[in-house]
């Protein structure tokens, strides 16, 4: 499954909204109800970090300001206000095939 | 706290082995799967495979691209997860990152990673 992110570079003005895209080459809706889809924030110089899980679901300690939404084969990650300290890479991931699991090419956001 | 942190990385010449230890804290080892996730240096994220939790047998899955040369174990018992890597190859060369595999609704999230360790391949 190709995983499409878009855009690639995403500037962005502190207190604005920003919006980034994902698309797979494959439904990622499975029967059970639940899109096999995650965000992850990978900041400058650590390690990747879950923002949203089953599509829509945000992980423990994440700012309400982070929301997920889309089904089948478009996704999309918003941020109401960006602040400074969401800058870095953000990465979506699809978990429907093992052993094929794999990532969109990330999107860099960066503070204006 | 949750805490997953690997070793084990260095410099190692094409055609050799090396294992990557992932130790973990904080949480009841044995109930979560374990995954691998390689990114090559100012790179892209690659899932490299992942080993089930005992409840789910054990058992393994890797991606194409290590699969025959990579090798995912588990010792519950000091909460250690291992990744032995033979037949490197200088496309290897990656931070491998070791990731807490959360079982949720027939699939798994990826939910706490650890810092990363430097694996680099080369003459």
């Known amino acids: 499954i190709v995983m499409t992110q878009s855009p690639l570079s995403l500037p962005v003005t502190p207190g604005e909204p920003a919006s980034i895209s994902c698309r797979s080459s494959?439904?990622?809706?499975?029967?059970?109800?639940?899109?096999?889809l995650h965000w992850y924030l990978q900041k400058p110089g650590q390690s990747p970090q879950l923002l949203i899980y089953l599509g829509s679901n945000r992980a423990s300690g994440v700012p309400d300001r982070f929301s997920g939404s889309g089904s089948g084969t478009d996704f999309t990650l918003k941020i109401s206000r960006v602040e400074a300290e969401d800058v870095g890479v953000y990465y979506c991931?699809?978990?429907?095939?093992?052993?094929?699991?794999?990532f969109g090419q990330g999107t860099e956001l960066e503070i204006k | 706290e949750v805490q997953l942190v690997e070793s084990g990385g260095g410099l190692v010449q094409p055609g050799q082995s090396l294992r990557l230890s992932c130790t973990a804290a904080?949480?009841?080892?044995?109930?979560?799967?374990v995954h691998w996730v390689r990114q090559a240096p100012g790179k892209g994220l690659e899932w490299v495979g992942f080993?089930?939790?005992?409840?789910?047998?054990?058992?393994?899955e890797y991606a194409a691209s290590v699969k025959g040369r990579f090798a995912i174990s588990r010792d519950d018992s000091n909460s250690i997860a291992y990744l032995q890597m033979n037949s490197l190859k200088t496309e290897d060369t990656a931070f491998y990152y070791c990731i807490r595999g959360f079982a949720v609704a027939g699939t798994y999230s990826l939910d706490y990673w650890g810092q990363g360790t430097l694996v680099t391949v080369s003459s």
């Open positions: 080993i089930r939790s005992k409840t789910y047998g054990g058992t393994t």
């Open positions: 494959q439904s990622l809706l499975h029967s059970n109800g639940y899109n096999y």
């Open positions: 904080g949480f009841t080892f044995g109930d979560y799967a």
């Open positions: 991931m699809q978990v429907l095939q093992i052993p094929t699991y794999s």
